[in-house]
C-alpha cells in the first residue's frame, strides 16, 4: 500500500516535472527519437541482412567432380577426409547415373543428346556444403589437393564479398548506434540533471522531514523513463509504417528470390517492442547516471 | 527520561576549524532548551549534530536511541522523522500554499490522503494559521511564515523539536509570538524544544535550561538560566 502510494507520487512528480521543463523535455525527447529512429532503421537493415546472408549460406556448396579415372577407394578416401575436415557442415555423393537422370527430367534436348553418346560423359560428383562460408575457399583449396579431383566449383568469390561486405556494414551500424545510445543517455542525464537543480529546495525539505532515499530519487528515474519512452513513439510509428509500405512496394523481395525481405508481421512489432524497452532503458541509464552523480544523498 | 545524549563531541570541519570541542550533555524528554553564544561559537554545528546534517568528528551524539555517528546515510530518514526542525529563514515552498507545504512533509514520508488533511490541519490549527491555509508564503508576514513553518514541523507529532534562531528575522513582538507557541507545544504535547538564539530578552523572560557555548566549549548548563555573556568573550 506504502509501496504503491510512493510509486503513484513518484510518477506524478516526474510527470509534473516533464511538463514544467518543458523545453528541455523536449530537446531529450527529439533526442532519443533520433536515436531511436536510426536504431531501428539499424536493426531492420542487419535483421534483413542476416536474412538473405543465410540464405545465400545455403546456396553456397562446393561441388567436387571426380576424375573419370576415380576408384571406389579414391571416393572413400575423400569422404573418410571430408569426416575429418572442421568447416563441412554435410556432403552428399552424386554418381553419374544420377546426374544423367537429373538432367533427363530437366529437359528433353539435353535428354537425346546423351542417349545419343555411348559413354556417360558425366562425372561423379560429390556436393559439400560447409558451416562457414568465409572459408569457402580454404576449404576448397584443401579439396582439391587430392590428384583424382578433375575440379572444383563454388560460387568463386561474388557471394562471399557480398557477406563480408554486409559484416563490414553491421560492425559499422553497430559502432554508430552504440554512440548515439551514450550521447542520448547524456542528454537525458543532463535534463534530470537541470530538474534535481530546480527542484534543490523540494529535494532539501524532503531529506530534512525523512523521506526515504529510494522517495527522493524515483521520480527522477522516473522522469528520464518517461523521456525515453515518449522518446520511442514515433520511432514506433515510422518504422512500423515504413516498413510495411517497403515491403508492399518490392512485393517482398528485392532482384529475386534469395534477396527477400523478412515478413513484416510480426517482425515489425517485435522491433517496436525492442524500441519502447530500449527508450526506457536509456532513459533510465541516463537518469540514474545524473542522480547518483548530482543528487548525493 | 533521556532524550539525548552528547559525550565528548568533537566536530572538525574539513577546513580544520574546530567548532564543537568535547562537549557533554544530556536532555530530558519534555525540556525546553536554549542554546547560546556568539556568533561562530559552534550553536548551529551542534544543531546540525542532533539532526545529522553534520556528523561528529569523535565522540558521540544519540538522539532518540539513535547514535547520529553511527546513523548510515540510508538510515538517516528514520532520525528525521522523530523530529522536526525549524529554521531562521523557513526555507517554505514558494509555490505551494500553506496547506500544500504542510502537507508535503506528510506526503514525503508516505502517508495516505486522509491522515494528512487531519494532520495538517490540526497542525496548522495549533500555530493559529487555519485562516491562511490557502495562501501561498509570499502573502504571509515574517511571522505567519515562520508559523506555517513550525507546523510543518510539528505535523507528525515528532519528540524533538530543533529551532536554529527562528526569531532571528523577526520584530521583537512577532518573536514572543513564536516562543509562546514553542513554548505551548512543548506545554501542551510534551515535546521537548531545543532552540539556538541570541535574543536575550526571550531567554530571561523564559527562565528556560540555558545552554552557552563559547568557541565550541560548553561554559555554561543552567536550569532556568537567563543570557549573560561569558566573562572570557567580547559582548555580542
Ligand atoms: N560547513 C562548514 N565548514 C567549515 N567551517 C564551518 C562550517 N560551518 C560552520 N563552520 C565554522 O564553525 C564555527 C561554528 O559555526 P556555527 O555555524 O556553528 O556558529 P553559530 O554559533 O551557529 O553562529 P551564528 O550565531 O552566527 O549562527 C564557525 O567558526 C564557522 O566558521
Ligand atoms: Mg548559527
Known amino acids: ?297 | 527520561m533521556r532524550l539525548i545524549e552528547v559525550k565528548n563531541c568533537y566536530k572538525v570541519y574539513q577546513n580544520g576549524v574546530t567548532a564543537i570541542a568535547d562537549l557533554n550533555v544530556t536532555i530530558d524528554k519534555g525540556e525546553f532548551v536554549f542554546i547560546i553564544g556568539a556568533s561562530g561559537s559552534g550553536k548551529s554545528t551542534l544543531i546540525k549534530m542532533l539532526y545529522r546534517e553534520e556528523k561528529p568528528t569523535n565522540g558521540s551524539v544519540i538522539v532518540g536511541g539513535i547514535n547520529v555517528a553511527k546513523l548510515r546515510n540510508s538510515k538517516v530518514y528514520k532520525l528525521r522523522r522523530k523530529l522536526g526542525i525549524v529554521f531562521q529563514d523557513f526555507k517554505l515552498l514558494p509555490k505551494l500554499t500553506v496547506y500544500e507545504n504542510v502537507a508535503f512533509a506528510l506526503e514525503s514520508i508516505g502517508l495516505n490522503g486522509r491522515e494528512i488533511r487531519n494532520k495538517v490541519l490540526k497542525a496548522l490549527e495549533s500555530v493559529g494559521l487555519k485562516e491562511k491555509i490557502r495562501s501561498f508564503p509570499n502573502q504571509l508576514s515574517g511571522g505567519e511564515q515562520q508559523r506555517a513553518c513550525i507546523a510543518r514541523a510539528i505535523v507528525n507529532d515528532p519528540k524533538l523539536l530543533i529551532c536554529d534562531e527562528p526569531t532571528g528575522n523577526l520584530d521583537p513582538d512577532i518573536s514572543k509570538e513564536i516562543v509562546n507557541i514553542l513554548k505551548k507545544i512543548n506545554e501542551e504535547a510534551g515535546t521537548t524544544i531545543i532552540m539556538a538564539t541570541h535574543d536575550r530578552e526571550i531567554v530571561n523572560e523564559m527562565q528556560k535550561r540555558v545552554l552557552q557555548i563559547e568557541n565550541g566549549v560548553l561554559v555554561r548548563d543552567e536550569q532556568k538560566g537567563s543570557y549573560k555573556v561569558h566573562e572570557s568573550t567580547p559582548n555580542v
Open chain 1, 1 to 297: 500500500m506504502k509501496a504503491l502510494r510512493m510509486f503513484n507520487r513518484s510518477l506524478r512528480d516526474s510527470i509534473k516535472s516533464v511538463v514544467r521543463n518543458l523545453s528541455l523535455s523536449t530537446a531529450a525527447i527529439t533526442c532519443s527519437s533520433i536515436t531511436l529512429i536510426i536504431l531501428a532503421v539499424a536493426m531492420i537493415l542487419s535483421y534483413n541482412v542476416k536474412n538473405i546472408t543465410s540464405n545465400l549460406e545455403k546456396e553456397l556448396t562446393i561441388v567436387t567432380y571426380i576424375k573419370e579415372s576415380g576408384t571406389e577407394e579414391q571416393i572413400t578416401q575423400l569422404k573418410e577426409k571430408l569426416n575429418e575436415m572442421p568447416n563441412i557442415e554435410k556432403y552428399e555423393y552424386k554418381s553419374k547415373e544420377e546426374w544423367k537422370l537429373e538432367i533427363k527430367n530437366f529437359s528433353d534436348t539435353y535428354s537425346s543428346a546423351l542417349d545419343y553418346l555411348e559413354n556417360n560423359p558425366l562425372l561423379n560428383s560429390i556436393t559439400v556444403t560447409v558451416k562457414d562460408v568465409k572459408d569457402l575457399k580454404i576449404t576448397s583449396e584443401e579439396i582439391k589437393k587430392f590428384d583424382f579431383i578433375e575440379s572444383v566449383d563454388y560460387g568463386e568469390g561474388m557471394a562471399e564479398k557480398l557477406i563480408s561486405a554486409f559484416d563490414i556494414i553491421e560492425k559499422i551500424t553497430i559502432v554508430i548506434v552504440g554512440a548515439l545510445v551514450v550521447v542520448t543517455a547524456f542528454l537525458i542525464g543532463n535534463t534530470i540533471k537541470l530538474t534535481i537543480f530546480s527542484r534543490k529546495n523540494e529535494i532539501e525539505i524532503m531529506r530534512l522531514v525523512g523521506a526515504t532515499n529510494i522517495r527522493v530519487r524515483l521520480p527522477f528515474i522516473f522522469e528520464g523513463i518517461i523521456l525515453g519512452i515518449i522518446g520511442s513513439i514515433i520511432p514506433m510509428i515510422v518504422s512500423i509504417y515504413g516498413y510495411v509500405m517497403i515491403y508492399d512496394h518490392f512485393h517482398g523481395y528485392i532482384f529475386s528470390q534469395i534477396i527477400t525481405l523478412v515478413k513484416p508481421f510480426n517482425f515489425i512489432l517485435y522491433i517496436a517492442g525492442i524500441l519502447v524497452v530500449l527508450g526506457a532503458v536509456i532513459g533510465m541509464i541516463g537518469s540514474s547516471r545524473a542522480v547518483r552523480k548530482y543528487l548525493k544523498i
